[in-house]
């Protein structure tokens, strides 16, 4: 038998003893945090049929995706742990009491180029909190809570919570006429913080034909400064013009002034236009976590 | 976009809440266990180069492995923790500190035919010692008292560690002039519990030739009735004969005598020489737990 070479493939993480008991300490930290908040455990197997892990993929997750054949079966490796989450409830609808609070800590698995800070196998830790028919918007301010307790169990202390609701862009977007191009919108001005505003002008006016005059009230819209409560005064002047801005801005007020009260200082919290999150699935709050001390790390 | 049906694979464990909980209970319970007896977490990748995985693989292995290409890159699913760990070693040996001592508890992938109690994503649970040179034999001892203190924290009271040495049967087996065919005698004599005595003789004289008056002395020697200090004293009556068998038997009792001294009650442990273990990469100690009130379950 030929001698193998023992090795490791680029991009899946394997660690020595020390900084394998920091990774455990970090993630009963966070199971821990988050049994607090009355979110339950689950987990789903690593392999699906290919079939419900694609069923809501677009190009690049088809490309990324570990897809194979045993047998008769077409199966992937998840993809992420929300297409699982979603596939469980439709599942198990009837056994399961909404809302439904679950965490999950687990591995997921991109076929992706293995570049810096970009694993093909890595831990993700979400929280979800699913409904069976309208949430209280109470819920949305959880979220922030067990991320600040978590942080801060953590041992954390320089952090950002960014929010934002997607009703208020949508809203704004229609009062400019950009309703059609809403998505191409959002997807742009969501890497304002890689690319810089003068990009961001360029890409709307260029690749999405957006008149120019429009593409600098989007920036002065998102770009305003201040304290939250210096924000929700400006979005007011808004008020009264479009039914979904109108709802937005009462989501997002309601969640930062439940946010407080939950204990979360504001220099660990505050609104960001900017956020927009580049997904179509995201309806309402929308969130954004940053490392102030290391802004490189991005979005955590 | 066609309606997909939600579903998961047969032999794909997915838990409701309450007894994903109790899941994650039994899990920190023997994360604690292990650590109390220093060994350190690890925790490898999920999918590794088919050539590292398949290198000591027989053909069993190679059957039911997932194994699939990504590019031009051969891919498998762990099929145990045990060859991830040898690759481990190897990799980080400069690293390491022996004796290296770990557990591991993490999911691993056959993709054989689903049947009752058979899984085909299922988590193990191992501990083991390494050494970089010859292990004092305390450390054989050191495994059935982690075992007695872990199911002691799961609330188990009724099992018991089972205990053989190889050296012992390959001694005894060479007396017997049996030497060439010990593999088979050992993976036969190890399915006693499933097949039966007689059974296990039809095998050995139908096909392996082990002459019947042989296969009786085979059968009588490991099936002597007793206790651990009993067997023992039978043992001794071979003393002397056998190189290999002498090693074994002192081993043996030296184990039995250190997993006493280390606070392990005579009702959880016995020798056991019917105890063999298939696998070829097994020489000296070997042990198998069962739950004495749950014979179906099998060795755990």
Chains 1, 2 share one sequence.
Do not use: C, W
Not at 11 to 37: C, H, I, N, W
């Amino acid at each position: 038998m030929a001698q193998i070479r023992p090795h490791t493939l680029s991009g899946f993480m394997e660690l020595l003893p020390e900084d394998q008991k920091k990774m455990q300490r970090v993630m009963a930290t966070l199971r821990e945090s988050y049994a607090l908040y009355g979110f339950t455990p689950l987990d789903t197997p690593v392999i699906e049929s290919a079939d419900v892990l694609l069923a809501k993929g677009g190009g690049e997750t088809e490309k990324q995706i570990y897809r194979f054949t045993k047998g008769d079966s077409d199966l992937a490796l998840r993809f992420d742990l929300t297409v699982p989450l979603a596939k469980y409830v439709a599942l198990h609808a009837n056994e399961l009491t909404f809302p439904f609070r679950r965490y999950q800590i687990g591995k997921v698995y991109r076929g992706e180029r293995a570049q810096r800070g970009r694993f093909r196998e890595f831990y993700q830790a979400d929280i979800d909190i699913i409904g069976d028919g309208k949430l209280d918007i109470m819920n949305e301010a959880e979220i922030p809570a067990v991320i600040y307790r978590t942080f801060n169990a953590l041992g954390l202390k320089n952090f950002r919570i960014r929010v934002n609701n997607r009703k208020v862009l949508n809203g704004f977007f229609a009062l400019l006429g950009l309703t059609e191009k809403s998505g191409d919108v959002m997807r742009t001005i969501d890497k304002l913080d890689k690319i810089g505003p003068d990009k961001v002008r360029a890409v709307l006016t260029d690749e999405f034909a957006v008149e120019p005059e429009t593409a600098d009230k989007v920036l002065e819209f998102i770009s305003v400064p201040g304290t939250s409560a210096d924000k929700l005064a400006f979005l007011r002047r808004y008020e009264g013009k479009n039914e979904t801005f109108d709802l937005g801005l009462h989501e997002l007020a309601t969640v930062v002034e439940y946010v407080g009260s939950f204990g979360v200082p504001a220099e660990n919290f505050e609104i960001d236009l900017t956020i927009a999150r580049g997904l179509d699935y995201y309806t309402g709050t929308v969130y954004e976590t940053v490392m102030t001390d290391h802004p490189e790390i991005g979005s955590v």
